[in-house]
């Protein structure tokens, strides 16, 4: 596989309005999936494509900090489901009454239904002890990380395909479980696979849990405490 393979000439004309429609389509369609999945394996090729896309992520210092666990052993992803059955037990005592009940009804991993997990990891000691803009901030080679788990998750949508991020569960044994070496760090539990349907909105807010909060709420000017300067950019975000 090269760096060529999404190669087009004129790359630095704007994209057509297709292209970026198509874009906007992934971002806005893209969903986490737990409940949908479909038994289908995912072709080859389409898996190559998709770990391509992770593996474009930009990364601190060009680090390329991941690694791709392709798990399709049925006993590790047994293991790994027995980790998450655990940590989900003493995660729903974070609620009381109603919303306990409304917790425990949510179906939040599809680790056995769908036909492949993927662990998205993170070599911390990638690069040496120098990475170039990773001085300050050390953490920045899991946010990379973070970028590559993003590609995965849109160019999958735009494939039709569904991901599950699963973090329920104890980093410490997913890694032992995974026979990581001490310097790889788990990052993202992602569930694969073809889905029955997309859901129009995430499933916690269909369910009721929580909603979208409304952008311009989150919008800000140059300081916390100061609005946005240009009215223009205030009344297209409040458009919504
Ligand atoms: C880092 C991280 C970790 C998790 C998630 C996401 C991310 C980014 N999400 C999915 C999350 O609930 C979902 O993204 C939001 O509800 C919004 O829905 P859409 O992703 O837009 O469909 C998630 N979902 C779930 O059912 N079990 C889980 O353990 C997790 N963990």
Known sequence: MTDDRTH??????????????????????RRDVRSQFLPDPIPPDVLARLLDAAHHAPSVGFMQPWDFLVIDSKSVRSAVLSIFEEENRKAAENYEGE??????????????????????TCDRS?????????????????FSTCLAVQNFWLAARAEGIGVGWVSILDQEKLAKTLKLPE?????AYLCLGFVS???????LQKKGWRSRLPLADLVRGSTWGESLTEPALEAEIRKG
């Open 8 to 29: 087009r000439p004129n790359q630095n004309r704007p994209f057509s309005d297709e292209e970026t429609s198509g874009l906007y389509r992934a971002i806005h369609e």
């Open 99 to 120: 919303r306990n009940a409304q917790y425990k009804s949510l179906k939040l991993q599809g680790i056995l239904e769908s036909p492949i997990n993927l662990c998205i």
């Open 126 to 142: 990638r690069g040496g002890s120098h990475v170039l803009g990773r001085n300050s901030i050390v953490e920045t080679d899991l």
């Open 183 to 187: 310097h790889v760090y788990p990052l």
């Open 197 to 203: 349907e997309f859901l129009e909105q995430p499933e």
